[in-house]
């Protein structure tokens, strides 16, 4: 099982985990293509989908049958892993096409009614219902996780450290759910106030110095019977014992792959910089976890369209400035790794605001935001 | 249409035959179909942007996209179109998807060119500087010089 908690082989994996190799996360909703409705079609497309092996090894369930990942794999870096990505892309809209569905990346469902999914049959899933019970039913969400390699725990450990004060800008650049319960939740991300801000262990974690430190809290997670398996710890960003990676989760699912492509470059190199800033010593920004939080609530609210908080100098900015800020602290990384992301004018979340500004009903927006995904995501290039 | 000015005038029965012969061919659905469709293009085309029209870099266009683009006929052909969908719903079910996708299509575009236009007045509080200069920072808001925020390091 990949989530079991022993310690000594994680410290194992990332000492023989190679710094920069790069895995993507992409979460779907599968909808009957005339209504937009969440249909549980998981099992069957992944039954589907064994005519492929390709693609079913790079399918993953993710808590309800209404819902399907794909993973890139472990790429040598992130164009590698945009390349396998793009590929495990087409051929899951194909196949999606092929079966009568739809597939949508926003944040939320618009106006599915969570009393009525199916948590799909799996180990970690039974688990994750039995003990979070409402918190797991509630959580019908999708978003875009990205894995970094790092070699040596501690420098992981470390690297989300910094990484906790991006997470914000992350979100608000990412923020992709106005919508849910079938009302315009006046939010730039409804997910991560129902997944982030309700499950446990989960949000920006606290710091923790090195691996010392997180292993004697793993242990005492273990020792006080509130885990049995690593997974169970959600933070926004977290070291991944089996993968030997950084991974960061704060980030909506992207309306278009172009938008996924650029935030998962961004992410890349976030935790790139923050892997050489460990390596280079530079000197920790270390910010009360309640500062961060005042940042994590404006990304909710505003999104983009808000004001952030410089947290070392105590000033608003602009949160549209979030991607210069990233980009130019970043800037070294990204110089050897060849990474210059490029965002659209408005992202996910401003686009549909300024749909529902215009007098379209939710069905409206999401068919709109449902088009630009099916265009989009197939059709991707394979070749860099 | 095709009146020679030398032949003789129909006579006014003989227009009326005509008319009505061309009136029973054609249903009230089949001219919301054809005013839908006319109303999309129309739309894309006052967009203003060179095919495709959803590339991240449009809004330049091409300088006949640039003098052909009104938000406003984009806008009025989206509600039009908006108000004729019912109709379709009821009569021609079938053709009803490709519509939709291309309405979505031009609302999303309109969404994309008319909020960069406009860029979200509503919702900052204070006045955001102009999308081109994302870095021009750091005035105090109206948090930080009200005294409320508490500011680390000083």
Redesign the interface.
Known sequence: MSGALDLDKAAETFAQASDGTVGVEEEFAILD??TLEMIPRYEHLCEVAQRDRLLHEHITGELISSEIEIISGVGADLHDALVRQRERRRRLFALADAEGVALAATGTHPWADYREQRIIDTDHYRRVEQGLKYVAWRNNTFSLHVHVGVNDIDRAVRACDRLRVVLPLLLAISANSPYLDGRDSGLHSARTQSFTKSFPRCGVPDAFGGWQAYREYIEFLRRTGSIVEFTQVWWSVRPHFAFGTVEVRICDAQATA?ESEALAGLIVASIAQAVRDVDEGAPVFD?PPR?IEENMWRAIR?G????L??????????A??A???LLRWTAPVRGELHIEP?F???NGA??????I????ARE??F??????TL?SYPQQEVSV | MSADPSASAPSEEELRAAYEAEMSHITSADMVLQAAVSLLNIGGYRLGLAPPPDRPAAGAGSDAGAQARDLEQVRDAIDAVRGLLPILERRRPGELRPLRDALSQLQMAYAREAGVAEKGEDVTRTQSPSPSEPQSPSQPGPAQSSGRLWVPGR
């Open positions: 293509p005339d172009e910010p500062l505003y983009l369209d808000g004001l908080i410089d947290l070392e100098h105590g000033e608003e900015y602009p549209r400035a991607i210069e800020r490029v659209s004018e408005l401003q686009r549909q605001r300024r749909l500004e215009t007098g379209a409206e927006v068919a709109a935001s449902v088009a630009e265009q």
